[in-house]
């Protein structure tokens, strides 16, 4: 098994690592009590409760496919996978946005803020790998 030091799988899994652990801290704040996305599952009859759960999924997806890429393991074309991570991303930073953007009096957490940069950060890199502008490290 050989590893291939990867700008692209590097930065995806540290995106992936921050969009996991950012799923157990507060998304959203509110009178000084913080709920995060793994919070939601408590909240019986709430439209976005499993959001959460589908974050913390979608990360180790993110996580399984950035290593993939370390280990220079080809399941897909490398256009297909940066797509994938594209969408990936998107819904990273979609999913949360939507949780805080349902209340009005809700203030952003510090979870909500990771997830946002992990989700730009999974938007941008595979943008900047398929136009050749992201550098190749030896």
Do not use: N
Not at 31 to 53: I, N
Not at 64 to 85: C, N, P, S, Y
Not at 95 to 117: A, C, T
């Amino acid at each position: 098994m050989k590893f291939k030091m990867s700008l692209f799988g590097l930065l995806v899994l540290i995106a992936g690592l921050l969009a996991l652990i950012a799923v157990f801290l507060d998304w959203v704040t509110a009178f000084g009590v913080g709920g995060s996305g793994w919070d939601l599952l408590d909240a019986d009859g709430y439209k976005y409760r499993l959001f959460g759960v589908i974050v913390l999924i979608l990360a180790i997806l993110v996580i399984v496919i950035a290593l993939l890429d370390l280990l220079d393991i080809k399941l897909f074309d490398e256009m297909i996978t940066r797509i994938i991570v594209i969408i990936l991303g998107v819904l990273i930073l979609v999913l949360p946005l939507l949780v805080y953007l349902d209340e009005k009096f809700w203030s952003m957490g510090f979870g909500l803020i990771l997830e946002i940069i992990a989700g730009l950060i999974l938007i941008i890199v595979p943008l900047l790998a398929m136009f050749k502008i992201l550098p190749e490290l030896k």
